[in-house]
């Protein structure tokens, strides 16, 4: 009975050391005063609006949408075929080869970034669009790889077997038997990686270049010479977008399962 009330404490513990932050950000997020005050001593909605007349978040916000949706969906054709050839293959260097596309979760983003830079925008010469896509799409890959995989473990192989023994092509049997049956987990391998790349500040930050950048990059650039709340009120409708469509995937879809 002692061990549950103090496991209990530790849980509840952890939960205020998670959400404390978000709270005061939102508290700060509706303040009257022209700086970040916490407690607020008033109550406005001015500096959500500010977000939407701000051109610069405006267009950052555009482009963090365009690299996030493009870079994820070219990471879903290199992903999903990625999956599946190590899940169901069985050949020399599978190690090797998944460690390679699961080695942007190993190295530093920062080092990542930096590499990136050098070689496509330095040595390349490859525009700052491009290298955005293509240091995004890098980046994401492996959560591809993980849920996929994890939604292909599910999938018996005897179903596949069947399938062929019936008269289907290998390619036939991927996108009529195994495509229906990992739909959910293609899904939600989308949702966490558009939220991943959307998030991203280590590659972006280097990547980024004169009126090209990422929401996460003008967000720092703004707070480097502003304090005012609209930074958090920002905060604030990113957190509830998140929110929203993670619990949208979750009920739907039961993310839960793909990502553990």
């Not at 009126?211 to 703004?222: A, F, Q």
Request: glycine letters at 8%.
């Amino acid at each position: 009975m002692k061990k549950g009330k103090l496991l209990t404490c530790f849980v509840v513990l952890v939960y205020i050391f998670l959400f404390a932050p978000l709270v005061i950000i939102a508290m700060t997020s509706v303040g009257t005063e022209n700086y970040i005050e916490f407690p607020p001593k008033g109550f406005t909605f001015k500096w959500f609006l500010n977000v939407f007349k701000s051109q610069s978040f405006m267009s950052s916000m555009g482009n963090s949408f365009t690299i996030s949706a493009i870079a994820t969906l070219i990471a879903l054709v290199i992903g999903v075929p990625a999956a599946y050839g190590l899940s169901r293959g069985n050949f020399r260097g599978k190690s090797i080869l998944k460690n390679f596309f699961l080695s942007p979760l190993i190295v530093p983003g920062i080092v990542v970034g930096f590499s990136l830079f050098q070689f496509l925008i330095v040595k390349l010469g490859i525009s700052i669009y491009m290298s955005l896509f293509i240091g995004h799409t890098l980046v994401i890959v492996p959560y591809i790889i993980r849920v996929v995989g994890s939604s292909l473990e599910g999938v018996d192989y005897s179903i596949e077997e069947a399938a062929i023994s019936l008269g289907c092509t290998k390619v036939e049997t991927f996108f009529k038997v195994v495509m229906p049956n990992i739909t959910s987990g293609i899904i939600a391998s989308f949702m966490l990686s558009f939220i991943n790349s959307f998030n991203n500040v280590p590659v972006s930050m280097f990547l980024t270049g004169p009126g090209v950048s990422t929401l996460p990059i003008t967000m720092m650039n703004y707070v480097e010479y502003n304090y005012d709340p609209t930074v958090s009120a920002l905060s604030v409708i990113l957190m509830v977008i998140t929110i929203g469509v993670m619990f949208i995937a979750e009920k739907t879809l039961g993310l839960g399962k793909f990502v553990s």
